[in-house]
């Protein structure tokens, strides 16, 4: 037996509640977006998703638990060449005049 | 010469079935960025011309139905619960919960795409696709101000909205497959508390996927909506 084994089973309640916060959180956001919120519209719907892929990601996909923590930061890695792709784009696009 | 029994599933290469399921996982996981990495490229080109052409984004997403996309991420939530409980269930060696979670993970994709199917008729209908017989006359809708959009930047909303909808749509379908052979193996108790890395790194999967909807929802849908 491996001293590293994991459990990743938290109670069958426990992922259900999970299920309905991440309803309750698109309902949110449908309901945030009819609110005139002005430029800050966008960011309360991407803010609202992001939290529900944080908890996706942690508990559904069992990051927390993860015996290695490699799977973590494998993760993370991800993430952060997605915000590199999309940062530089933007910095060439957003400096470039139009019209 | 011989050596001590183990699951037939373990295999020689790794020390014990601990670490074979690590190097599994972690191979699901690099293959998930590279999904990131594939579907941000499209998030991006998506996000440089909202920025630019936000009135046609702004009119094009008005066209969308919110019900029926906000039902879908309902249902995809749903279903990522379900895989969820499926994969405690063959932690837990139980069989027949385990094929039930499974077959239900498969029944909501495929309420998914059916949905999905709903809505794409209608952008056929409405002539909302993007090539020869796309037309486009709605306006943005500005706090009751209706601003006339040009048809090409709006066509470029709708090319993005194909584009990523269907690229996704594409992984539910190879999900639903995933989880079907799944599902009939489990049946035939191929996985065992032992072992269930398949179910597991195939959950992996459709949690990224149902991640992915959880950002074009929003993205798509819910782009100056409010009066």
């Known amino acids: ?99 | 010469m011989e050596h001590e029994a183990h699951n037939p599933a373990l295999l020689h290469h790794f020390v014990d079935a601990q670490q074979q399921k690590n190097a599994a996982s972690l191979g699901m996981w690099l293959f998930l960025v590279t999904e990131i990495m594939f579907f941000g490229g499209m998030f991006c080109a998506y996000l440089v011309y909202r920025l630019k052409y936000f009135n046609a984004f702004a009119a094009g997403s008005q066209q969308l139905s919110i019900a029926l996309g906000a039902t879908n991420t309902a249902v995809l939530i749903i279903s990522s619960v379900t895989v969820v409980l499926a994969v405690k269930a063959a932690e837990a060696g139980k069989r027949k919960v385990l094929v039930g979670y499974l077959a239900v993970t498969v029944l909501l994709g495929l309420t998914f795409l059916g949905i999905k199917g709903f809505e794409y008729r209608e952008k056929f209908e409405r002539h909302h696709v993007p090539g020869p017989t796309f037309q486009f006359t709605d306006t943005f809708d500005d706090n009751g101000r209706q601003i006339p959009v040009d048809s090409n930047e709006a066509q470029l909303f709708f090319s993005l909205y194909f584009a990523m909808t269907g690229m996704h749509a594409l992984h539910m379908i190879i999900g639903c497959g995933l989880f079907s052979v799944l599902a009939v193996l489990a049946w035939r108790g191929h996985y065992s508390p032992g072992y269930f890395t398949p179910v597991e790194n195939a959950g992996l999967y459709w949690h990224l996927v149902d991640i992915i909807w959880i950002y074009l929802f929003p993205l798509l849908y819910l782009i100056s909506r409010h009066s």
């Open chain 1, 1 to 99: 037996m491996s001293e590293h084994e994991e459990h990743t089973t938290h109670s069958q309640g426990f992922y259900i509640a999970i299920g309905v916060g991440l309803l309750i959180g698109t309902a949110t956001t449908v309901g945030a977006a009819f609110v005139n919120l002005g430029p800050f519209n966008p960011v309360v719907a991407l803010l609202i998703a992001t939290i529900k892929a944080i908890v996706v990601v942690l508990f559904f996909m069992h990051v927390k638990d993860a015996s290695e923590k490699l799977a973590g930061a494998v993760v993370l890695s991800g993430f952060f060449f997605l915000a590199i792709l999309i940062s530089l784009s933007l910095a060439d696009y957003l400096t470039r005049s139009w019209r």
